[in-house]
């Protein structure tokens, strides 16, 4: 079997519509990157090879990774929410995405498109607010989208202004049990490993 590494920026810059596997893959350059990514992953199938198209999310981990660049603004008293905030952040542990990894080598049923996200994603603003909360820092200053921008260019837009609320339904519908399924956990648990 093959498990390809994709990521929910397939789907683009989707707003507030829930994404599953079932999604029509969306627009822009990570999305047509992960479509390009995916295609040649099934070509395996044609070897009577089963494929699963992992498509992870924000990965937290205690090291390294999202979090990791994170927690030093926030540590700080300078973390806030990302532009509006309003944009859907779907994520997952890294102890999460070792178990489903596992889980989909092991399970002959799970083949095709797989998000690989907790069940519960959550806005910018809330995730902001979260993670103040674990660490006990204050999340007064947004980073405007502007100033994202010109720091970034279209990587701001990409990687941190666009919104995917992605659910995982396969992983649901077979009956997978998550470590770490709501965010306030989550964060606590990793901090502590920290």
Not at 1 to 12: D, H, K, Q, R, T
Not at 157 to 172: K, M, N, R, W, Y
């Amino acid at each position: 079997m093959l498990v390809s590494a994709s990521a929910i920026g397939i789907y683009g810059d989707r707003g507030d519509e829930l994404l599953t596997e079932d999604s029509k893959p969306g627009t822009g350059f990570l999305a047509g990157l992960a479509r390009e990514w995916e295609a040649e992953a099934l070509k395996a199938e044609a070897l009577g090879i089963r494929v699963v198209l992992g498509r992870f999310g924000i990965i937290l981990a205690p090291h390294g990774g999202a979090l990791a660049k994170m927690l030093l603004p926030f540590k700080l008293g300078v973390g806030g929410r990302l532009g509006s905030g309003r944009q859907w952040m779907s994520w997952i542990t890294l102890e999460d995405v070792v178990t489903i990894t596992r889980f989909a080598m092991e399970n002959g049923a799970v083949r095709g498109a797989l998000n690989v996200v907790a069940p519960q994603p959550v806005q910018n603003a809330a995730f902001t607010k979260v993670l103040g909360k674990a660490l006990r820092r204050p999340t007064l200053l947004p980073a405007p989208a502007p100033a994202l921008r010109l720091a970034l260019g279209e990587t701001a837009d990409a990687l941190l202004l666009s919104s995917q609320c992605v659910v995982p339904e396969v992983l649901g519908k077979l009956g997978y049990s998550f470590s770490h399924p709501e965010l306030s956990r989550a964060l606590h648990a990793l901090l502590q490993k920290g």
